[in-house]
């Protein structure tokens, strides 16, 4: 991995040819690297979470139409963000002449040159960024357990013996503490790859149950009123953003050109998680209309042996992608910050893999501690993915093109103003629906 401390010390080059002549690609050289077929399998299973099962009922928040063409709007938006962001990336990577800079500590070096009235705010940036990331990820990971639990309980409460959600967290540790010990991600691969196979094996099996005895379509809405668009668009954008273990996947290939290119990599995976985005959130708001749940495995059969199958599969994949949501905290917060304190060197596999043992334990604790953990981690999350998917990258190409000027009509200054715009309003209106949500939900607890 790429030390970015020491890109504090290497002055930006004032000769364009120098620029031009520098292409970090080439220099980038990463221990145990990933092909493109590995990256693709990352790709998949970090924008294909548990989010996916919510589409029928996000879509029951906008109607058919709505939600076909908002859901393929958000996606383009979130691909054309994530373009922007690595290429801003690649941008300062050229003028500093190194291999690679992280995300934070390109916003740091972004707002030191872009515009006077926000070059203020570039000390705090990269900690705030980091801040973000790790914390939204840890976050993901306390759901995971819940899921995971909750998934074995209905299975051992159906055929063994009705346990306690929180034992089977418990009995979660150890096997989560042995798939978090993988620190690299080619390591990871296969698992992506076997959890992928189960992720489509098991939507197979969930529209087995919906395309059997579908109503008419007329008797489900095409529109729905305006007032629920919000929590439609807060459930797409948690379900699709994943710019923390995108970004990691992208610094961990051997080609990582391949990854940005017109038929490259993202936007083949992208291309592949909108269609099943809306291919299944179309055909199950059409089967369940506005009774489709939360997730819609909750939907088909319960008693039915595939409807079992399907939990087991989810299970199974949620904890694969459990590795790779952590690995975005675990390598922010170790290598960021922690290894450059901890001066034996030999020790650090060791010390490493005990970090990564109590991040494990941490998000047991919260799981277990916050029964309604889910209902604040989509507060944060919504107000998360707003700044990390949508603001800070159009935020850093602003920065980033300042020196260089923004096109005929200042062009790509007003999209990526209009960009922040409708981050800050997402961010706002997500925020505020996921408060009504959590009042109303304790106001059920305590009625």
């Not at 990971?141 to 051992?156: D, N, T």
């Not at 939507?203 to 008797?219: C, K, M, N, T």
């Not at 990854?259 to 995976?269: E, F, K």
């Not at 980033?400 to 997402?426: D, E, K």
Request: some cysteine.
């Amino acid at each position: 991995m790429q030390d970015d401390s020491k890109n504090d010390s290497v002055a930006m080059p004032t000769s364009k040819a120098n620029i031009d002549d520098y292409d970090p690609h080439m220099h980038r050289k990463v221990k145990n690297p990933t092909n493109n077929w590995q990256t693709f399998a990352h790709f998949l299973k970090a924008s294909i979470g548990t989010g996916v099962l919510a589409m029928p009922s996000a879509f029951a928040h906008a109607g058919y139409v709505n939600g076909f063409v908002l859901t393929a709007i958000i996606g383009l938006l979130a691909l054309y963000c994530l373009h922007i962001l690595i290429n801003s990336m690649y941008i300062l990577c050229k003028r500093q002449r190194v291999p690679y800079i992280s995300f934070s500590e390109s916003m740091r070096l972004g707002l030191q040159e872009g515009p006077p009235i926000l070059r203020c705010l570039a000390p705090i940036s990269a900690p705030f960024v980091d801040g973000f990331l790790a914390f939204y990820h840890f976050g993901i990971c306390c759901v995971y357990v819940v899921f995971i639990a909750e998934s074995i309980k209905q299975l051992v409460d159906e055929y063994l013996v009705v346990l306690d959600v929180r034992l089977h967290m418990c009995f979660l540790i150890i096997p989560l503490m042995l798939i978090f010990s993988i620190r690299n991600l080619k390591v990871l691969a296969p698992f992506s790859s076997a959890a992928n196979l189960l992720l489509f094996v098991g939507f197979g099996i969930i529209l087995y149950y919906v395309f059997e005895d579908l109503p008419p379509l007329s008797e489900r809405e095409a529109f729905v009123s305006y007032t629920k668009l919000p929590t439609f668009f807060g459930t797409v954008l948690f379900a699709l953003e994943a710019v923390g273990v995108i970004l990691a996947i992208e610094e961990n290939m051997a080609t990582p050109r391949a990854y940005v290119q017109p038929c490259g990599i993202m936007n083949w995976g992208m291309t592949v998680v909108l269609s099943l985005y809306i291919f299944l959130g179309f055909f199950g708001y059409w089967k369940y209309g506005n009774d489709a749940l939360g997730s819609i495995t909750l939907n088909i059969p319960q008693t039915k042996v595939l409807a079992q199958v399907v939990k087991i599969f989810f299970a199974i994949t949620t904890y694969i992608s459990y590795a790779l949501q952590g690995y975005v905290t675990a390598h922010i917060v170790w290598n960021q910050y922690l290894s450059k304190r901890l001066a034996n060197v030999k020790k650090h596999t060791l010390y490493e893999l005990c970090f990564r043992a109590l991040i494990v334990l941490l998000t047991f604790g919260c799981a277990v501690a916050i029964p309604d953990l889910s209902l604040f981690l989509s507060l944060v999350g919504s107000f998360c993915l707003s700044v990390l998917g949508l603001i800070f990258p159009a935020l850093l190409q602003i920065c980033v093109q300042y020196a260089t000027g923004y096109g005929p009509c200042g062009m790509r200054l007003v999209a990526n103003l209009l960009l922040l715009l409708f981050g800050i309003f997402g961010g706002v209106v997500g925020t505020y629906v996921s408060i009504v949500d959590i009042i109303q939900s304790m106001s059920g607890k305590v009625a």
